[in-house]
């Protein structure tokens, strides 16, 4: 757990007591390449902290495979349209090398918040940050090429290219693999 508090401390810092409390309603879990933690039509109801390992984020479109988002080490993940409100989610997640996560309840993480402001402060943040990457993410589609969004992919995730598929890569910049492979290389 020492490694998502320290993760938790970028954003907002923890006392002893709601640090326990966080521990309480968390639990290790191991997951192996390709398996999903949560499945296309499922109510997402846990908050995923990537220990070890890659995750990412995906969805059908026209009988396609899209890849929305990726997560890596020492990062959060979970399809927070259906978390806040409760719907079912269009959306899946999967792991992409075999990894070690710390998943918690997100249910008694939100009951925690009038116990602990500070808890809701992190979470509150952790939220806002993940806000701005989707806007960051969407301007990148609406204002740069599919080369600049992929250099500035590599720049982000250094260790992508050994660790996800060039066809998840390719997805998630919107263009095909044909097209990535001109990308690549130019380089």
Partial sequence: MDQL???????????????????????MITSK?????QFIGHTCKTIYFIKKGVARIYYYKD?????????????IIARVESLF???????????????????????????????????ERLFRKI????YV??????????????????????CDAPNLLLKVPLKYIASYLGITQVSLSRIRAQR
Avoid: C, M, W
């Fill in 33 to 37: 390449k390709n398996e999903h933690l």
């Fill in 85 to 119: 409100t409760g719907n079912p989610s269009r959306k899946a997640i999967q792991i992409l090398e075999d990894a070690e996560i710390v998943a918690i309840n997100a249910g008694e993480l939100f009951k925690l918040y009038d116990t602990f402001p500070e808890i």
């Fill in 5 to 27: 508090f320290k993760y938790f401390a970028l954003f907002n810092p923890l006392s002893q007591e709601a640090e326990n409390a966080i521990s309480r309603i968390s639990s």
């Fill in 127 to 130: 939220f806002e940050s993940a």
């Fill in 63 to 75: 009988g396609i495979d899209i890849t929305e988002s990726f997560s890596f080490e020492n990062n």
């Fill in 133 to 154: 990457e989707t806007v960051s993410r969407i301007e990148g589609i609406q204002f740069h090429s599919a080369e600049e969004r992929y250099k500035a992919l590599l």
